[in-house]
Nanobody
Framework: QVQLVESGGGLVQPGGSLRLSCTTS????????MGWYRQAPGKERELVAR???????DYSDSVKGRFTISRDNIKNTVYLQMNSLKPEDTAVYYC??????????WGQGTQVTVSS
């Protein structure tokens, strides 16, 4: 069983930065993707950024050039550096690790609010 613990959310002004962290409870030796999704009130959960096994990264068009996803294998942690934040980035952000269809794990979510 894999558990994901997220941290780093909070309130920030437009144009500001935050870094989200997601630490897994154990070492994951193989996975298909590790990444971040978000869900705003009244909207469906959407992909923000993910790392595909092998190192390829995917980003939502709305965050390209502003957000960066990275992974620290030694610390079993995935990061999401968010710069130039906008009010429309306000959402609950969820960490995800997808190993296969039977092993798809989610964190508890962390709130990010961008407001002046």
């Amino acid at each position: 069983q894999v558990q994901l613990v997220e941290s780093g959310g909070g309130l920030v002004q437009p144009g500001g930065s935050l870094r989200l962290s997601c630490t897994t409870s154990g070492t994951i030796f193989s996975f298909y993707s590790m990444g971040w999704y978000r869900q705003a009130p009244g909207k469906e959960r959407e992909l923000v950024a993910r790392i595909i096994s092998g190192g390829h990264t995917d980003y939502s068009d709305s965050v390209k050039g502003r957000f960066t996803i990275s992974r620290d294998n030694i610390k079993n942690t995935v990061y999401l550096q968010m710069n130039s934040l906008k009010p429309e980035d306000t959402a609950v952000y969820y960490c995800n690790v997808y190993i296969n269809s039977a092993r798809n794990y989610w964190g508890q979510g962390t709130q990010v609010t961008v407001s002046s």
